[in-house]
């Protein structure tokens, strides 16, 4: 199956800081996704985008479907960004309809 | 809209007991899943359903049963709990499986 990886799996940043966090797959993908899990182990969807560039806020998400890459950009980070960020890739098959997700980024935002 | 619900929260089982984790979506979604989060591991995709009364095998199948009587709900059944199976579990639901996924609150699942 995909194989779907992400760096770095751990992220300590000052508040303010800005960062960019890496999600890598092994083959051409239908659809990419980026959630955050807060640390109340809430998820939450922040962007569908398997190709293109997309910006929500301080947020914003570019993925090269060519190159099999997707990344993550936080900028002026704040503490309530800290978290587990995981990228879900979907290789669609007829009949095989899976999400795949990577193993995460922790990311942690010290005051 | 409730969103994805999912109970319970919190259960503990003892090795070879069974039970029906409850899922339930209010947002008319065909495709429902469940994942299992492990640590270190991300999250697993145990069945899927693209649709009442269609049904399938996720990457960790074993041990689980599913079923998909009505687009709302989607439970999930541990046959004989296995101390491997402790986990927190997600549901998951959304209008197809190439769209935003929206994903219930966990059940934290100990088994002894």
């Known amino acids: 199956g995909i194989q779907v990886e992400q760096s770095p799996p751990d992220l300590i940043l000052q508040e303010g800081a800005n960062s960019t966090l890496r999600c890598n797959f092994s083959d051409s993908v239908n659809n990419l996704q980026w959630f955050h899990q807060n640390p109340w182990g809430q998820l939450i969807n922040l962007f569908y985008?398997?190709?293109g560039t997309k910006q929500n806020g301080r947020l914003s998400a570019t993925t090269v479907a060519t190159e099999r890459y997707s990344l993550l950009y936080i900028s002026s980070s704040q503490t309530t960004d800290s978290g587990v960020y995981f990228c879900?890739?979907?290789?669609?098959?007829?009949?095989?309809?899976?999400?795949?997700f990577g193993t995460g980024t922790r990311l942690t935002i010290i005051p | 809209n409730a969103g994805v619900t999912q109970t319970p929260k919190f259960q503990v089982l003892k090795t070879g007991q069974s039970m029906t984790l409850q899922c339930a979506q209010d947002m008319n979604h065909e495709y429902m899943s469940w994942y299992r989060q492990d640590p270190g591991m991300g999250l697993r995709l145990i069945h899927y359903?693209?649709?009442?009364?269609?049904?399938d095998q996720g990457e960790v199948p074993n041990g689980y049963n599913v079923s998909r009587s009505t687009t709302e709900d989607f439970p999930l059944r541990l046959l004989s709990a296995a101390p491997s199976q402790t986990s927190v579990y997600f549901c998951a639901s959304s209008p197809d499986v190439t769209d935003t996924q929206y994903f219930g609150p966990g059940t934290r699942l100990t088994v002894l």
């Open positions: 985008i398997p190709s």
């Open positions: 359903s693209v649709g009442a009364g269609i049904t």
């Open positions: 879900a890739v979907l290789k669609s098959n007829f009949g095989n309809e899976k999400l795949t």
